[in-house]
């Protein structure tokens, strides 16, 4: 029997990395949306050099942070039901988005806080949007059947920034802005 050897220093190195995504995440979550490398290292009471050896650059942390969470999120429509109604399926669709959208709101804020000075967060929030389109049209394969104006309205009403906008910006409940996005798609959707 051939035993494995444990390399210390390895697993010592993956914890550090990992204190540093779970600090960086924390501090999102309290609303430091663009945290500074010293903040982190505060947080996972490590020093900041530690923080710089496993991530040169900030942004790098944060696709770090959107690899560890996408399988949380992805949750919601890896296992959907493509059957059913288009009523159905559109709830369905509707329901999906508004959970994401509550679960990473204060990590879309992030994104959104680096947009403009991020070509990588950038990149990354667009392969993001892809996904939920994808997404979107294999749940409503009906939308392939519209204008473009109509599809691009969809895909609109169903973003997070609409949502954002109904429940941060107008106080609506989250179950205001489903209604509110559902009634929407489904308006749209009959117009074809």
């Avoid at 993956?14 to 995440?25: G, L, P």
């Amino acid at each position: 029997m051939t035993v494995k050897k444990v390399d210390g220093r390895q697993q010592r190195s993956e914890r550090r990395r990992q204190q540093i995504i779970d600090a960086m995440i924390r501090l999102i979550n309290q609303g430091v949306y663009i945290p500074t490398a010293q903040q982190v290292a505060d947080v996972a009471e490590i020093s900041i050099r530690t923080v710089f050896r496993h991530f040169s650059e900030m942004d790098l942390l944060y696709v770090e942070i959107d690899e560890a969470t996408k399988p949380s999120y992805l949750r919601h429509f890896s296992d959907q039901d493509f059957s059913g109604t288009l009523a159905s399926r559109t709830q369905r669709a509707v329901d999906a988005r508004v959970h994401t959208y509550i679960e990473t709101l204060c990590l879309q804020k992030a994104a959104h806080s680096l947009f403009w000075r991020s070509k990588l967060i950038r990149d990354l929030y667009q392969a993001n949007q892809d996904l939920l389109k994808k997404n979107l049209f294999n749940m409503l394969p009906e939308l392939k059947g519209v204008g473009l104006g109509t599809q691009e309205t969809v895909i609109g009403v169903t973003s997070f920034e609409f949502f954002e906008r109904l429940q941060v910006h107008q106080g609506l409940s989250e179950d205001a802005c489903k209604v509110l996005i559902l009634n929407l798609v489904r308006s749209l959707l009959s117009e074809k």
